[in-house]
């Protein structure tokens, strides 16, 4: 009977999120992930903390995904320079890479693909993804 009731509560949840509209790919993302990670837990462990736990998880997970940005989105913040978009370099620290724009800091970039654009948090300039 708990499980019933912890799949409806989870198939609700990702309706009311999919009816939802969020304008960037890491809202998007991260509102797939909850919700993919809610159903996955619930049907995983059948309790409310194990629905929660995938939710959490996989809204993290979907954030991440989702700091790529589409080339249609990063004209919304202006042409593309004239030779293209700098390329990030790669730090130290697995998954992360030094951003090119001022004040150069760590951006997370892991579960973005090769050569996607990535939007630098700090600063809001655009990059490549090496």
Same mark, same amino acid.
């Given at each position: 009977?708990?499980?019933?009731?912890?799949?409806?509560?989870?198939?609700?949840?990702?309706?009311?999120?999919?009816?939802?509209?969020?304008? +960037?790919?890491?809202?998007? #993302? $991260?509102?797939? !992930? &909850? %919700?993919? *990670? /809610?159903?996955? @837990? =619930?049907?995983? +462990?059948?309790?409310?903390? #194990? $629905?929660?736990? !995938? &939710? %959490?998880? *996989? /809204?993290?997970? @979907? =954030?991440?995904?989702?700091?790529?940005?589409?080339?249609?989105?990063?004209?919304?913040?202006?042409?593309?320079?004239? @030779?293209?978009?700098?390329?990030?370099?790669?730090?130290?620290?697995?998954?992360?890479?030094?951003?090119?724009?001022?004040?150069?800091?760590?951006?997370?970039?892991?579960?973005?693909?090769?050569?996607?654009?990535?939007?630098?948090?700090?600063?809001?300039?655009?990059?490549?993804?090496?």
């Amino acid at each position: 009977m708990k499980k019933h009731q912890l799949l409806i509560l989870s198939a609700a949840a990702l309706s009311a999120l999919s009816l939802a509209s969020c304008d +960037t790919y890491v809202g998007q #993302g $991260a509102g797939y !992930g &909850a %919700a993919t *990670g /809610a159903v996955v @837990g =619930a049907a995983a +462990t059948g309790t409310v903390r #194990g $629905a929660a736990a !995938g &939710a %959490a998880i *996989g /809204a993290g997970t @979907g =954030a991440l995904v989702g700091a790529a940005i589409s080339e249609q989105e990063a004209a919304r913040y202006g042409p593309p320079p004239q @030779g293209g978009y700098v390329v990030a370099q790669w730090s130290s620290s697995p998954g992360f890479v030094q951003s090119p724009c001022p004040p150069h800091r760590l951006v997370d970039v892991r579960g973005v693909p090769r050569g996607a654009l990535v939007r630098d948090p700090s600063s809001g300039c655009i990059f490549r993804r090496p």
